[in-house]
T-cell receptor, first 112, second 112 residues
Framework: ETGVTQSPTHLIKTRGQQVTLRCSSQ?????VSWYQQALGQGPQFIFQ???????GRGNFPPRFSGLQFPNYSSELNVNALELDDSALYLCASRAGGTDTQYFGPGTRLTVL | DQQVKQNSPSLSVQEGRISILNCDYT??????FLWYKKYPAEGPTFLIS?????DKNEDGRFTVFLNKSAKHLSLHIVPSQPGDSAVYFCAAAFQGAQKLVFGQGTRLTINP
C-alpha cells in the first residue's frame, strides 16, 4: 500500500509560465524522488530529496527545482515552461535504508 | 543511452496461461531490479524486486528471474488473469543510490 498522494491531478499551463506540483510521502518515508514520464516512455529521474536536501539529480536543467519539508511532503517547481515539459510527473517515496520506491498517482501537466 | 530496455512494446496472452515479460540492461553495476505495473491514470505500482545476489524471487503468481551473465531479467505471471492487463515497467538501480532507471514498458493484454 503506497500512501503517496499528489496534487493537482491535472494542470494546463502556457509556455513561459511557472508551475508547482505537490507530493505527500507515505508515512515514515524520509526520501522522495520526482520522475517525468513522457508519453510512451518509462519514467525519467529528475531529482531526489533526503532530509530536505537535494542529494541526486538526473539530466534536467536548473529550471526544474524542488523542496522537501520537515513533514516529508515535497514540491516540484518548473520555471519557464516549454512545450516538451508536457508529461506525467510522478513522485515516489521510500523509507531510509530500503531501495523500493512507492509511487503516487501522478500529475498530468499540459503546456500549450 | 538506454541502459534498460524492454524490446517488446506489447504482449497478448490468453487468460490462465503464463505471461513472460523480458528486460535487458547494459550496466553491469546495477545490483537491484524491480518490476512495476501501471494502469492508465495511475502511478506505477510495485510488484516484485530482486537483488543481484539472487537469481530468482517469487511472490504468489509473480516470479522474477535474473541472469546476470546475460544482463537479462524476466517476469513470469502464472496463471494470467484479466486484471493483469496493464503496462509493465522494469527498473534497475544501484543499491543505496538515488534513482531508478526504467525501461520503456510492455503493454500486457490478457484475453478471455
Amino acid at each position: 500500500e503506497t500512501g503517496v498522494t499528489q496534487s493537482p491531478t491535472h494542470l494546463i499551463k502556457t509556455r513561459g509560465q511557472q508551475v508547482t506540483l505537490r507530493c505527500s510521502s507515505q508515512s515514515g518515508h524520509n526520501t522522495v524522488s520526482w520522475y517525468q514520464q513522457a508519453l510512451g516512455q518509462g519514467p525519467q529521474f529528475i531529482f531526489q530529496y533526503y532530509r530536505e536536501e537535494e542529494n541526486g539529480r538526473g539530466n534536467f536543467p536548473p529550471r526544474f527545482s524542488g523542496l522537501q519539508f520537515p513533514n516529508y511532503s515535497s514540491e516540484l517547481n518548473v520555471n519557464a515552461l516549454e512545450l516538451d515539459d508536457s508529461a506525467l510527473y510522478l513522485c515516489a517515496s521510500r523509507a531510509g535504508g530500503t531501495d523500493t520506491q512507492y509511487f503516487g498517482p501522478g500529475t498530468r501537466l499540459t503546456v500549450l | 543511452d538506454q541502459q534498460v530496455k524492454q524490446n517488446s512494446p506489447s504482449l497478448s496472452v490468453q487468460e490462465g496461461r503464463i505471461s513472460i515479460l523480458n528486460c535487458d540492461y547494459t550496466n553491469s553495476m546495477f545490483d537491484y531490479f524491480l518490476w512495476y505495473k501501471k494502469y492508465p491514470a495511475e502511478g506505477p505500482t510495485f510488484l516484485i524486486s530482486i537483488s543481484s545476489i539472487k537469481d530468482k524471487n517469487e511472490d504468489g503468481r509473480f516470479t522474477v528471474f535474473l541472469n546476470k551473465s546475460a544482463k537479462h531479467l524476466s517476469l513470469h505471471i502464472v496463471p494470467s488473469q484479466p486484471g493483469d492487463s496493464a503496462v509493465y515497467f522494469c527498473a534497475a538501480a544501484f543499491q543505496g543510490a538515488q534513482k531508478l532507471v526504467f525501461g520503456q514498458g510492455t503493454r500486457l493484454t490478457i484475453n478471455p
